[in-house]
């Protein structure tokens, strides 16, 4: 099998990308199924109903997020009847949504998708490790292979969690830094490992916004409203491929595609 996971797609920008090189790269590259990260894809920072539904329509099959999700308060109802759309599972009890999913692709095949947040850095949520092996238990009873959406700040908190479930899961992804790494592997037990995925949006900016507006702020400290930025869109992800029968990867390779 073979899956494309692509970085945190980011607005507008983000998502013209995604409708313009998806289908066509689904096909030269054999992709089987495709799962992003849309937690940024409205406007830079949330998801609504509409969006979700519009990249579902381009080509992708399952729909990451992260802390940003819940910024678009439209979006609660969506994720609690969506099966394509999740939310880290390491969110209390209540939260909205679904925290992982299994989809099938045109073979029947099926494949697992979690989703989890860190906690260094970003908000006192339950442990994403613990959070992972309940999820894992639950995936695992209808398919070996699994794909982890790990968000998070801190690199180390990303490369721990790599190991931790290295062997139990068939890879394991990073998202929410917007800036792919050069550390992509497939760690001894089987598990693909990259510590971030990159960004699916304009690269002329800082992770996605117009970068004189982000300056403005370093320099000033003041509040200021970041605007999108626009140009040099590109797409960045990883493709993995999976043994259907061990659900261990046996390769992973970043992806940067341009317009």
């Known amino acids: 099998m073979r899956i494309l996971f692509l970085g945190d797609i980011v607005g507008r920008p983000g998502r013209t990308i995604v409708k313009n090189i998806l289908p066509d790269l689904r096909k030269t590259e054999n992709i089987d199924i495709v799962i992003a990260n849309g937690e940024n894809a409205a406007a830079g920072s949330g998801l609504t109903p509409k969006i979700a539904d519009e990249l579902l329509e381009s080509g992708i099959d399952v729909l990451t997020s992260g802390d940003h999700v819940w910024k678009k308060r439209d979006i609660y109802d969506y994720l609690k009847v969506s099966s394509r759309l999740v939310r880290p599972a390491n969110y209390p009890q209540g939260a909205p949504g679904r925290g992982s999913t299994v989809v099938t692709d045109e073979k029947g095949r099926k494949v697992g998708v979690i989703n989890l947040i860190g906690r260094v850095f970003m908000d006192a949520v339950e442990c994403p490790f613990l959070s992972a092996k309940k999820e894992i238990e639950k995936v695992k009873t209808e398919t070996g292979i699994i794909i982890v959406d790990i968000h998070a700040e801190a690199t180390s908190e990303k490369v721990a969690m790599g190991w931790y479930l290295d062997g139990k899961v068939s890879a394991v992804l990073g998202t929410h830094t917007h800036v792919q790494t050069a550390d992509e592997k497939i760690l001894p037990g089987g598990t693909a490992y990259i510590t971030d995925s990159g960004m699916t949006g304009p690269y002329d900016s800082v992770i996605g916004r117009d970068k004189n507006f982000i300056i403005e702020h ?42």
């Open 218 to 259: 370093f320099l000033t400290q003041l509040p200021i409203r970041f605007e999108m930025a626009e140009n040099d869109i590109e797409m960045h992800g990883v493709i993995i491929d999976i043994d259907d029968n061990t659900g261990r990867a046996t390769a992973i390779q970043r992806v940067q595609k341009k317009i």
